[in-house]
């Protein structure tokens, strides 16, 4: 993400103040969001708290600096809400062709995807310029940062959430297989 200053872009993307603008927080979920929350626990027939917990486990986990606070994807997140249930709703918002031919470009399996080491320039890098796959993977979602080692400049990225995680075993392990009978 950019803003404009004086005809100047800034990439705003790893910025403390900015950390939290491309989702929902914890706080914001407990604040504005409990009628949301306690009509879906109803309908799951589930406890408020059983809700909130299973919300956290399939939709949070973002961050897009370090320290962060945990973001809820929005787009999973009001789904969610509005269907009444849990699903996988971030896959159904594209198809995986492009990220599959990337990944065979690459030479990653999707079991490889997620627990990276890198600095900044490797993930936070414009896609057009990629010269291995975590940029992309980054910066549409498939992987984010889990930890940060200050003393080497080093971050941690790694699958952000259940529903990540599922998704991409559900929809990119069958271009792996082949029926070979």
């Not at 403390?16 to 706080?27: D, H, R, S, V």
């Not at 009001?78 to 594209?94: I, L, P, Q, T």
């Not at 995807?113 to 940029?135: K, L, N, W």
């Amino acid at each position: 993400m950019c803003i404009r200053d004086r005809n100047n872009i800034l990439n705003i993307s790893m910025l403390k103040p900015y950390a939290a603008i491309c989702g929902i927080t914890q706080e914001e979920m407990q604040e504005q969001m409990t009628a949301y929350i306690e009509r879906l626990a109803v309908s799951q027939e589930m406890s408020k708290e059983e809700t909130l917990q299973k919300l956290k486990e399939k939709y949070d986990g973002y961050h897009f600096t370090w320290p962060s606070p945990d973001i809820y994807n929005p787009f999973s997140l009001f789904n969610a809400f509005n269907d009444g249930k849990f699903n996988s709703y971030w896959f159904g918002s594209g198809t995986p062709t492009y990220l599959i031919e990337m990944l065979n470009k690459f030479g990653v399996l999707p079991s490889e995807i997620g627990g990276i080491e890198a600095v900044a320039a490797e993930f936070d890098a414009p896609t057009e310029r990629m010269t291995s796959i975590t940029p992309l993977l980054y910066q549409s979602g498939y992987i984010t940062i889990k930890g940060y080692d200050s003393v080497f400049d080093i971050y941690t990225l790694d699958i952000p959430n259940k529903e990540v995680r599922i998704g991409l075993m559900r929809n990119l392990i069958p271009s792996y297989i082949t029926n070979d009978t």
